[in-house]
């Protein structure tokens, strides 16, 4: 089993929908929760940051932890064909000295106008 | 301006052939990392120094190895290429000092086809 599991997709949502998108993990010492966005032909970029449980916004997008059940999510509001992107959660424990990241497989999400 | 890159962009190569895939930053970062990313199973770390002198495997660093030649530059070469290590790599670093210490910011990916 793969620490971080998430849904590779792909999801296809019209214009203005909103969008969830989650991942389940099994370490429960993370701590650092992000999202990262990958446009096609780029590497990804940090989109959302959180730290420990509760939620986080910025703009259309809210990030959600829940530690409890190991379970995060990204919501975007006002979905916008700019949004087309695959999405990647990633986390690390607060005991990690190495900087490492474990990745999600990437949800591939189409915002069609 | 590109702060990691990479080169090259894109690579064909036989069966058995060396290649290497570069990486520079200039970031001045200290922490680099090489992974790799297949359809279906996202972005599986191969390497990742901390400094010059600090290099360390990934879960994935059978059939690579890495040159860390100066802190901006961390080279990956196939020594032998195989067909199954087709895919897309990236190049990352991150700066655990500062205040995005979390953060991993990503070279625009070298696409490797092993014929």
């Known amino acids: 089993q793969k620490e971080v599991e998430q849904d590779p997709g792909p999801l296809s949502v019209p214009e203005g929908a909103i969008v969830s998108l989650n991942c389940t993990y099994s370490?429960?010492?993370?701590?650092?929760f992000m999202w990262y966005r990958q446009y096609s032909r780029k590497g990804p970029e940090l989109l959302m940051y959180?730290?420990?449980?509760g939620n986080k916004e910025d703009g259309r997008f809210t990030a959600q932890v829940d530690k409890s059940s190991k379970y995060i999510s990204l919501f975007i509001r006002d979905s916008q064909p700019s949004d087309s992107a695959t999405y990647l959660c990633?986390?690390?424990?607060?005991?990690?000295?190495?900087?490492?990241?474990?990745f999600g497989r990437g949800t591939q999400l189409t915002v069609w106008p | 301006d590109a702060d990691v890159t990479q080169t090259p962009r894109n690579r064909i190569t036989k069966t058995g052939k060396r290649i290497m895939l570069e990486c520079s930053q200039t970031?001045?970062?200290?922490?680099m990392y090489w992974y790799r990313q297949d359809p279906g199973l996202g972005l599986r770390l191969i390497y990742y120094?901390?400094?010059?002198?600090?290099?360390n495997k990934g879960e994935i660093s059978d059939g690579y190895s890495v040159s860390r030649q100066a802190q901006a530059k961390f080279s990956l070469s196939l020594e032998s290429a195989i067909p199954n290590q087709t895919a897309l790599y990236f190049c990352?670093?991150?700066?655990?000092?500062?205040?995005?210490?979390?953060?991993?910011?990503f070279g625009p990916g070298t696409r490797l086809t092993v014929l």
């Open positions: 990352a670093t991150s700066d655990p000092s500062g205040t995005s210490r979390n953060e991993q910011f």
């Open positions: 370490n429960s010492a993370f701590q650092y």
């Open positions: 959180t730290y420990s449980s």
């Open positions: 990633a986390m690390k424990d607060r005991g990690s000295t190495l900087g490492r990241l474990y």
């Open positions: 970031k001045g970062h200290d922490r």
């Open positions: 120094s901390f400094d010059v002198k600090d290099i």
